[in-house]
């Protein structure tokens, strides 16, 4: 995995404003943290930071931090963003060690064509977009790749169906669906039997006949209480 030098300027004033102030003299604040290291505010410049974070290593590239004349190996974790602009907000920067196992949410990317499913009127329907996996820095993997081509309709492609590459292990269910291959769209009804469906019909009918029976006592029930032939017209005075 390839290495991204950052300079972080210490000493930064802590507080909402004073970090509204910095994003918008285009930096970010953020937090180094990590093996023996108090917690320490920093400020790093955002189109650095940028280009970090959208390299092939994504979010778990390896930063190599310039704290105050010390570098520092980090990862960025915990990254705030901007609700609509998605922007980055804060991000804190981890310490790592290079021989450590570290635990890291990997994306998942979907290749090939799955023509068959799609000759069927399937889809194709990604179920995980990412996959936890442990190893050292170095070793995470930017993405892992999960072909679809030679799938038909009915398939499915779990956790333990895929290679992770050397020293990279996960502790996900190797159950767990990645992908799964599904059929047209087809209503209960159309999964029936021709008998099923009849007997579902003719119990459709013997409901609708009992609510209309329950309908029509209902209605004559209400008639010698007080309808409108015998509160209103009855009640009305003579006209003679």
């Not at 820095?137 to 993405?143: E, F, K, V």
């Not at 892992?144 to 269910?173: A, C, K, Q």
């Not at 209309?212 to 015998?230: I, L, N, R, W, Y």
Request: no cysteine; glycine share 12%.
């Amino acid at each position: 995995m390839p290495e991204v030098t950052l300079v972080a300027e210490t000493g930064r004033p802590i507080g909402s404003r004073s970090s509204g102030r910095l994003r918008t003299a285009g930096k970010i604040p953020g937090v180094v943290y990590g093996h023996g290291v108090d917690p320490t505010p920093v400020a790093v410049d955002g189109r650095a930071l940028r280009g970090a974070l959208t390299s092939d290593a994504g979010l778990n590239a390896l930063l190599n931090l310039d704290l105050g004349g010390t570098t520092h190996l980090t990862m960025a974790r915990d990254i705030q963003r901007h609700p609509v602009r998605g922007t980055v907000t804060h991000v804190d920067f981890l310490i790592v060690r290079r021989d450590e196992v570290l635990s890291a949410d990997v994306p998942i990317q979907i290749t090939g064509d799955a023509k068959a499913v799609h000759n069927a009127d399937g889809v194709v329907a990604q179920e995980m977009f990412s996959l936890t996996v442990q190893s050292t820095p170095a070793n995470i993997p930017s993405h892992i790749e999960v072909d679809v081509t030679d799938m038909t309709v009915g398939d499915s492609i779990r956790v333990s169906d895929i290679t992770l590459p050397n020293g990279v292990t996960t502790e996900v269910d190797p159950e767990a669906a990645i992908v799964v291959a599904q059929g047209a769209q087809v209503s209960e009804a159309d999964l029936l039997t021709d008998d099923q469906q009849a007997e579902a019909a003719e119990a459709a009918a013997e409901d609708a006949a009992a609510e209309g029976e329950g309908e029509g006592t209902g209605d004559d029930a209400a008639e010698p209480g007080g309808g409108d032939a015998a509160g209103g017209d009855a009640a009305a005075p003579s006209t003679d």
